[in-house]
């Protein structure tokens, strides 16, 4: 995220600066992660999309963080990719693997601007009730 903001500030990090962002994000998030709190349809909506279409966790958490969550919460099996990090570099990845993104979910300005950056759907979930809407916008 640091990467993208300067970017959009047009102010260049250098590489001892990105670390230590990194770090003391990273150490933000294990203390936060206890309070990370799974939405009660997410099971259900994630296994709904994942009968008809290959899902993709990408957060601005570091990898590590997030697949750790992802595999703690037995969601990692869902997903074909857990990509950690910088949101457009992951959207760029799947499109150069020649895969259709359908929708970017997310939470945050942040979330709506890389979508938009890299002409992808938006769909902005600020609650379960947003969440548990997902597979009917979709036709699932």
């Known amino acids: 995220q640091l990467a993208d903001t300067a970017r959009a500030l047009g102010v260049p990090v250098d590489a001892p600066r990105q670390d230590a962002f990194s770090r003391r994000y990273s150490a933000y998030n294990d203390a936060a992660k206890d309070r990370m709190v799974e939405f009660p349809s997410v099971r259900?909506?994630?296994?709904?999309?994942?009968?008809?279409?290959?899902l993709a966790l990408i957060s601005g958490l570091p990898q590590e963080?997030?697949?750790?969550?992802?595999?703690?919460?037995?969601?990692?099996?869902?997903f074909m990719r857990i990509d950690g990090g910088d949101k457009g570099r992951a959207l760029r990845r799947l499109r150069e693997e020649g895969r259709t993104v359908v929708l970017f979910v997310g939470d945050t300005p942040h979330d709506e601007a890389a979508a938009r950056e890299h002409g992808v759907r938006f769909f902005r979930v600020g609650?379960?009730?947003?969440?548990?809407?997902?597979?009917k916008l979709l036709d699932v």
């Open 127 to 135: 609650g379960d009730a947003d969440l548990a809407r997902i597979p």
């Open 65 to 78: 963080l997030l697949a750790a969550d992802a595999a703690e919460r037995g969601l990692a099996r869902y």
């Open 44 to 54: 259900a909506v994630i296994d709904a999309l994942a009968r008809r279409f290959d």
